[in-house]
């Protein structure tokens, strides 16, 4: 359980103020706005938080990354694999087509390959602080 809850909050913690600040400044949102989709993908990051820990320790694990480089692959390697199957579901269920979530799933991947590294860090900084380690 105390492994799953780091996981899962540190992802929300994360996530929702990088995309918060990216909604604001870069895409313009309003601020009501940017409270509406950050409350709506909470329940998606407490869904995926864990399994996505699970995923990066196998990934790790199975590796063996020597090096920053080869750990910089494997963070991005087990970002993309995991979160674009879940992006392109989430576009699905809401309705959107072929073309949209290919345009969408598109850009989203750049900033999926500039965020995997931070985040893995930031995971592997919490996880230290709360006393747990890779399953």
Same mark, same amino acid.
């Given at each position: 359980m105390k492994r799953y809850l780091v996981d899962t909050v540190g992802t929300i913690l994360f996530f929702t103020t990088v995309a918060a600040l990216s909604e604001l400044f870069v895409a313009g949102m309003e601020?009501?706005? #940017?409270?509406i989709a950050r409350l709506i993908m909470i329940p998606v990051m407490m869904l995926t938080g864990r399994p996505y820990g699970v995923w990066r320790d196998? #990934?790790?694990t199975a590796l063996r990354p020597r090096g920053w480089l080869a750990a910089l692959a494997c963070d991005i390697g087990a970002f993309l694999t995991f979160q674009v199957p879940v992006y392109v579901a989430t576009l699905a269920v809401a309705g959107a087509g072929v073309a949209e979530i290919t345009a969408a799933v598109g850009s989203a991947i750049v900033f999926m390959v500039l965020l995997s590294r931070p985040f893995g860090l930031y995971l592997d900084v919490l996880r230290r602080w709360a006393g747990t380690s890779a399953a």
């Open positions: 601020p009501r706005q #940017v409270l196998w #990934v790790f």
